[in-house]
């Protein structure tokens, strides 16, 4: 079921406020960002989640007319290339501003028609969980630049880590059996790329019951992990050349040896029970090899998510969330920038899975063993350029991060990514190999 035209209004307003406050705080010289493959212009990216939503929700969907004459060669990630919007005369802060705003403004103005047609209420979900994706990539820009983390004043911060349950230690034994992967078809919204639930058997596995941590990725590194190629895949290792990285990103060692990461423009130790974060696939395959474990592919992933067991083997039932259905709180999961960052492994118990897996849901992105891939029978929804241009060339990442909204995660929700990429919130957990 859609949200209602009030649900639809505040969720507008409230992603747009967002993406304003992740940058509204940066002076003249933080917002002029030199060239990064892997980053956006913070002007560019902001401009252009609002040009989604005006293209789709009022020129598609509502049949208007442009707020700026030349706005498509400006902000349309499709036909402009990534350098290239460094050197678009996009407007000064203060024209983006207007411009972000005045599109806020027009679909708040349909909104409140109270006639929106299916379509038009689609159009503006979609517009939505967009933005959502974009303000998790502003949050991660001012993460690669070292800048302070952001500070929202209609959103509760709370910097105290949560309380931990010791009970999540090593791995669970999921029952082989048939499994639903992806999403049912009275699912209210879900994107292309999870459509639709298909057959899938899964054979026995053991998953880790929490994400592998900074402590325990240390020891890979101080156990020169990054030096010995037989841990590394032939393409891992012609990354790792081409890269030339001892440690993950961020991570530098202090004047004793240790280890410190920096979060934001912060330098602290490394935690002994803090998820990993910004890693690679290729540095979590290589991990997996050392440790004598893998990565979970994305069925077992799921599986071990959403699956309930009659005993012996997993039954009919499959979850939206781990521990059931609604949207998820602050005691099951480390969503919405709530403390600014990952937390402890074993916090956050009651968000556990049937299996008793541990923050499936929030803390960091989990890298599986699975390329992104079309299931069986995909058609591409309105924006078709969301998945079908990455299918072969990434690999999946399940369950959002301390950054992605709550409202638009859920146990089917597939990322997807380059191996190679490490700036965004990744992390992952393991199975045992099986024998």
Same mark, same amino acid.
């Given at each position: 079921?859609?949200?209602?035209?009030?649900?639809?209004?505040?969720?507008?307003?409230?992603? !747009?406020?967002?993406?304003?406050?992740?940058?509204?705080?940066?002076?003249?010289?933080?917002?002029?960002?030199?060239?990064?493959?892997?980053?956006?212009?913070?002007?560019?990216?902001?401009?252009?989640?609002?040009?989604?939503?005006?293209?789709?929700?009022? !020129?598609?969907?509502?049949?208007?007319?442009?707020?700026?004459?030349?706005?498509?060669?400006?902000?349309?990630?499709?036909?402009?290339?990534?350098?290239?919007?460094?050197?678009?005369?996009?407007?000064?802060?203060?024209?983006?501003?207007?411009?972000?705003?005045?599109?806020?403004?027009?679909?708040?103005?349909?909104?409140?028609?109270?006639?929106?047609?299916?379509?038009?209420?689609?159009?503006?979900?979609?517009?939505?969980?967009?933005?959502?994706?974009?303000? /998790?990539?502003?949050?991660?820009?001012?993460?690669?630049?070292?800048?302070?983390?952001?500070?929202?004043?209609?959103?509760?911060?709370?910097?105290?880590?949560?309380?931990?349950n010791d009970s999540a230690r090593g791995n669970v034994l999921i029952p082989g059996g048939?499994?639903?992967?992806?999403?049912?078809?009275?699912?209210?919204?879900?994107?292309?790329?999870?459509?639709?639930?298909?057959?899938?058997?899964?054979?026995?596995?053991?998953?880790?019951?929490?994400?592998?941590?900074?402590?325990?990725?240390?020891?890979?590194?101080?156990?020169?992990?990054?030096?010995?190629? /037989?841990?590394?895949?032939?393409?891992?290792?012609?990354?790792?050349?081409?890269?030339?990285?001892?440690?993950?990103?961020?991570?530098?060692?202090?004047?004793?040896?240790?280890?410190?990461?920096?979060?934001?423009?912060?330098?602290?130790?490394?935690?002994?029970?803090?998820?990993?974060?910004?890693?690679?696939?290729?540095?979590?395959?290589?991990?997996?090899?050392?440790?004598?474990?893998?990565?979970?592919?994305?069925?077992?992933?799921?599986?071990?998510?959403?699956?309930?067991?009659?005993?012996?083997?997993?039954?009919?039932?499959?979850?939206?969330?781990?521990?059931?259905d609604g949207t998820p709180n602050s005691s099951q999961a480390n969503l919405d920038w709530?403390?600014?960052?990952?937390?402890?492994?074993?916090?956050?118990?009651?968000?556990?899975?049937?299996?008793?897996?541990?923050?499936?849901?929030?803390?960091?992105?989990?890298?599986?063993?699975?390329?992104?891939?079309?299931?069986?029978?995909?058609?591409?929804?309105?924006?078709?350029?969301?998945?079908?241009?990455?299918?072969?060339?990434?690999?999946?990442?399940?369950?959002?991060?301390?950054?992605?909204?709550? !409202?638009?995660?859920?146990?089917?929700?597939?990322?997807?990514?380059?191996?190679?990429?490490?700036?965004?919130?990744?992390?992952?957990?393991?199975?045992?190999?099986?024998?």
């Open positions: 079921m859609m949200p209602d035209s009030n649900r639809l209004a505040e969720w507008v307003s409230d992603s !747009r406020n967002r993406s304003i406050e992740l940058i509204a705080d940066l002076d003249d010289d933080q917002l002029s960002v030199p060239y990064i493959p892997t980053i956006n212009p913070f002007l560019w990216e902001m401009c252009h989640l609002a040009y989604f939503q005006e293209f789709w929700v009022l !020129r598609q969907g509502a049949g208007k007319k442009p707020s700026l004459p030349d706005v498509d060669d400006l902000f349309d990630s499709i036909t402009i290339g990534h350098e290239a919007r460094w050197r678009l005369p996009i407007p000064d802060r203060e024209g983006a501003f207007d411009y972000v705003r005045t599109v806020r403004d027009r679909v708040l103005e349909l909104t409140k028609t109270g006639n929106l047609s299916d379509q038009l209420q689609y159009y503006i979900l979609y517009s939505i969980f967009h933005e959502d994706m974009h303000t /998790e990539a502003l949050t991660y820009i001012r993460q690669s630049l070292g800048y302070p983390a952001p500070k929202f004043s209609h959103l509760p911060v709370d910097p105290k880590q949560p309380q931990v048939t499994f639903m992967l992806g999403a049912f078809q009275d699912s209210p919204f879900v994107f292309d790329n999870e459509k639709w639930s298909h057959e899938v058997e899964v054979k026995p596995f053991a998953i880790s019951k929490t994400a592998v941590t900074e402590r325990q990725f240390a020891k890979f590194v101080d156990d020169n992990g990054y030096e010995r190629p /037989e841990l590394w895949s032939s393409e891992g290792w012609k990354w790792l050349q081409s890269v030339q990285v001892d440690c993950p990103l961020y991570w530098k060692r202090d004047s004793n040896g240790g280890w410190l990461r920096r979060h934001f423009d912060q330098w602290d130790p490394i935690s002994e029970y803090r998820a990993i974060i910004h890693v690679s696939w290729y540095e979590a395959e290589a991990f997996c090899r050392w440790s004598g474990q893998r990565l979970p592919t994305e069925v077992e992933w799921e599986a071990a998510a959403s699956a309930e067991s009659d005993g012996n083997n997993l039954s009919n039932g499959k979850r939206n969330q781990p521990w059931g709530r403390v600014m960052g990952p937390v402890d492994v074993r916090a956050h118990n009651e968000g556990d899975s049937p299996f008793g897996c541990r923050q499936m849901i929030g803390n960091v992105w989990e890298w599986t063993a699975s390329s992104f891939k079309p299931f069986p029978g995909f058609v591409p929804d309105m924006y078709q350029d969301y998945s079908q241009t990455s299918f072969y060339t990434r690999k999946v990442l399940r369950g959002g991060c301390w950054a992605t909204r709550s !409202r638009l995660i859920r146990n089917t929700w597939r990322n997807f990514y380059p191996p190679a990429r490490r700036d965004v919130f990744s992390g992952f957990r393991t199975c045992a190999i099986n024998k």
